[in-house]
């Protein structure tokens, strides 16, 4: 088991709402024709909570957000956390019987989405849908006072516990599921990543995974918890030029790259980047040689059911000479793990086993 850290019960809306304070004027979201700062973030989120939380949304509630890449879904990711209710995150590009299924299953009092975008969901028609570029939400929206939102606010009170997110694994060996990871485990896990990737005031961290993939909570929250940029590309494909091109020309600092897709990327190329985090895949070590040099890399492990990452692992040059795939590393601060036989007994040392995972992290 890793050591254990503190880690202060917050919410995920205390967590940002702490650093607002901190660097209200730093640059908190870029994408393309939109830059805001904390302040100006934290107080767009909260007219779009006050307006959702009119909707019944809160604690123990389900918010869908089906929005392509850009500020939008960030601003509307931040108001959902600020009503206490879970965000379900659906990107518009997955298919739509996959789209279909999720709200189904999830069940969302309300599906935040766009004019564009609405008519491909499907639905059953049980969730109220709330498009961001209608006028008459606008209007609403912006009547709203811009103040944090509180517990007084708020349909019932927020705690750590309640549920932060929903994100439903890729179904390859079945259908698919929604994992719930509650707001407690999304704050262990921004603080252990803030640590362990030295971000903060400065940093410009690149947002690459789909939101319906699970590493998009650990870019989005370590960039807004700590006081970093969090730049958007447009949407659209993000392969090994397509990223080679963005970091270069927004001066990212911080970035996560799929194993497949950094090995695609010329040696020499993202140069600026200082901390490199790999992972959804096995890392193999031919990777080490170019890409570790000069620069923090760290592969990161962890299954949909555990918070993103349950391991860390940093990796040198040498291990280059590796005959295998990257190590995962070991546990995060707060996390467990244990390699154990088909009677959950723990292995020997060198002798094969299933992972078993326990801890601040397990959905």
């Not at 006028?135 to 929206?141: E, F, H, N, R, T």
């Not at 570790?292 to 291990?319: H, K």
């Not at 995060?332 to 002798?351: K, P, Q, R, T, Y």
Request: charged share 15%; proline share 8%.
């Amino acid at each position: 088991m890793a050591d254990p850290h503190d880690v202060p019960p917050l919410t995920l809306p205390e967590l940002f709402e702490a650093q607002v304070r901190r660097t209200p004027g730093q640059a908190a979201l870029e994408s393309p024709g939109c830059q805001l700062s904390y302040a100006e973030l934290n107080e767009r989120a909260n007219r779009l909570a006050r307006y959702l939380i009119s909707l019944g949304a809160g604690p123990e509630q389900v918010v869908a957000l089906a929005l392509p890449r850009g500020a939008a879904v960030i601003v509307a990711l931040l108001a959902v956390a600020k009503t206490g209710a879970a965000y379900l995150p659906v990107d518009p590009q997955l298919p739509a019987a996959r789209i279909a299924f999720m709200l189904a299953d999830a069940g969302p009092l309300i599906v935040v989405t766009d004019a564009a975008t609405a008519g491909g969901l499907g639905g059953d028609g049980r969730s109220r849908l709330v498009m961001t570029d209608d006028l008459a939400v606008s209007a609403a929206v912006a009547a709203r006072q811009a103040g944090d939102v509180t517990d007084a606010d708020r349909v019932t009170a927020l705690r750590p516990a309640h549920p932060a997110y929903v994100i439903y694994t890729s179904g390859s060996t079945g259908t698919p599921k929604g994992v719930v990871i509650t707001a407690g485990s999304v704050v262990n896990l921004a603080i252990a990543h803030i640590a362990a990737f030295a971000l903060g005031p400065g940093s410009r961290l690149l947002q690459v995974a789909s939101l319906s993939f699970d590493t998009s909570a650990g870019e989005i929250w370590r960039a807004l918890g700590s006081g970093a940029t969090l730049v958007v590309p447009p949407p659209g494909p993000l392969g090994s030029e397509e990223l080679a091109r963005l970091a270069a020309e927004h001066d990212i600092s911080h970035m996560w790259v799929p194993p497949a897709v950094l090995a695609g990327i010329p040696a020499g190329e993202l140069a600026g980047v200082r901390v490199m985090t790999v992972g959804g895949e096995a890392v193999p070590s031919s990777l080490a040689g170019p890409w570790a040099g000069g620069r923090l890399m760290i592969v990161g492990y962890g299954p949909t059911e555990n918070t993103v990452s349950t391991t860390l692992y940093q990796v040198s040059t040498e291990d280059a000479a590796m005959a295998s795939a990257l190590p995962i590393g070991t546990p995060i601060s707060n996390v467990a793990v244990f390699v154990l036989d088909e009677w959950l007994g723990v292995v020997a040392a060198g002798v094969a086993g299933e992972l078993y995972v326990a801890g601040a992290g397990v959905g």
